[in-house]
Nanobody
């Protein structure tokens, strides 16, 4: 059973940066596709970014492309989401997710395991 613990959220100002971390256990981390999703109040959970097993292939939502970077350290079983130039509309609970096999990285239902979420609040 894969367990994910995501941390690093907080309250920041517009234009600031923040790095989220997702520590995984219970499975061979290097065999997991890792993703980040977010959910703002009253909205559906949406895709943010994803990384292939090796980290060599990444995918981003258009809304964060060029501002956010997903990465992973397989030796430490940890994934990261570096967020820069944050905007108030980035305010949400951010969730890391893991999948043993994914055919469409942006589809929430394809991820098998989820972290508990970490709140990111960006003030204007």
């Amino acid at each position: 059973q894969v367990q994910l613990v995501d941390t690093g959220g907080g309250l920041v100002q517009a234009g600031d940066s923040l790095r989220l971390s997702c520590a995984a256990s219970g499975y061979t981390f290097s065999m997991l596709t890792m993703g980040w999703f977010r959910q703002a109040p009253g909205k559906e959970r949406e895709f943010v970014a994803a990384s292939s097993w090796s980290g060599s292939i990444t995918w981003y939502a258009d809304s964060v492309k060029g501002r956010f970077t997903i990465s992973r350290d397989n030796a430490k079983s940890t994934a990261f989401l570096q967020m820069s130039s944050l905007k108030p509309e980035d305010t949400a609970v951010y969730y890391c997710a893991a999948a043993k096999y994914v055919s469409n990285w942006t589809v929430r239902s394809q991820y098998d395991y989820w972290g508990q979420g970490t709140q990111v609040t960006v003030s204007s």
